[in-house]
């Protein structure tokens, strides 16, 4: 970008291993895909095809295609790991994400249960093939996971080779990390980093307010997951203090003394 605007936050080159990005691909058509990446690419490291969405979208095959060659890591979404995990159909499982051509993959256990160990055996039995991000944290409401188990299962599941662990939260931002009004679990948060690194860990933040609250909290390279197609270059905005929630974030504190804080027209409106 031909651009000379100084006090920008320094962003690592992909591939990277913090400051990630990951999308939610709900269903996009190969048109849409490539008109995606045609203002994205850059900014995206991790493309999630939705909850089942890759055994029903047409097309599948060649959009993962178009994502691969643009230098996306593309993986399905959990809730398919564990609809064949729970028909006993891994082999099946991988037998279909090989026909796709990808080399990343989610185990999760958000819809399921899954005992601890049998989870830290499958992913240790798919780390040997394939990069394996794997997820904690129920989608259920109502199911409270405490801090010390949440970190335990961090823990055991990096050593038993996740590349990053998710922080479960869901699309609608209201479950696992989040309190049912989509405000974070502080404490949880807090918890969780005291034993897990935060470079090891992608949160899901699928809400504006969300992004905004882990960006001021750890800066702008947190990894962030679960965000629209339609909103990552607005997430990128308030990454560099682009935007007025972040504006002042980067800025050095000479220069922002003295001037009043304007908020932006979306920062008055409820997200």
Request: charge should be negative; proline fraction near 5%.
């Amino acid at each position: 970008m031909n651009h000379n605007l100084t006090h920008l936050p320094e962003r690592p080159n992909k591939p990277r291993e913090s400051g990630l990005t990951m999308v939610m691909d709900k269903g996009l058509s190969l048109r849409q895909a490539e008109d995606f990446l045609e203002v994205n690419a850059d900014k995206v490291d991790l493309l999630k095809l939705g909850f089942g969405t890759s055994i029903v979208t047409p097309n599948v095959k060649e959009k993962i295609k178009l994502y691969h060659e643009a230098g996306l890591m593309v993986y399905p979404g959990g809730t398919l790991f564990e609809a064949y995990f729970v028909r006993n159909q891994m082999d099946d499982f991988l037998r279909f994400v090989d026909h796709l051509g990808l080399e990343t993959l989610e185990v999760s256990d958000g819809s399921m249960v899954i005992e601890e160990d049998v989870k830290c055996e499958m992913i240790r039995r798919l780390a040997k093939n394939y990069r394996v991000l794997s997820e904690v944290g129920s989608k259920e409401a109502g199911i409270l996971i405490s801090p010390n188990k949440w970190t335990t299962m961090m823990e055991k599941e990096l050593q038993a080779g996740s590349w990053k662990v998710i922080a479960e939260a869901r699309e609608s931002g209201n479950v696992g990390i989040y309190r049912p009004n989509g405000t974070a679990h502080t404490a949880l948060v807090r918890r969780i980093l005291a034993k897990v690194k935060l470079e090891d860990i992608l949160w899901e933040a699928p809400k504006k307010p969300q992004q905004v609250w882990f960006l001021k909290q750890f800066g702008a390279n947190v990894n962030l997951g679960n965000i629209g197609p339609h909103d990552l270059i607005p997430l990128e905005c308030l990454r560099l203090g682009l935007r007025g929630d972040t504006f002042f974030d980067h800025l050095p504190e000479a220069m922002a003394e003295g001037v009043r804080q304007i908020p932006d027209e979306e920062a008055l409106e409820e997200d």
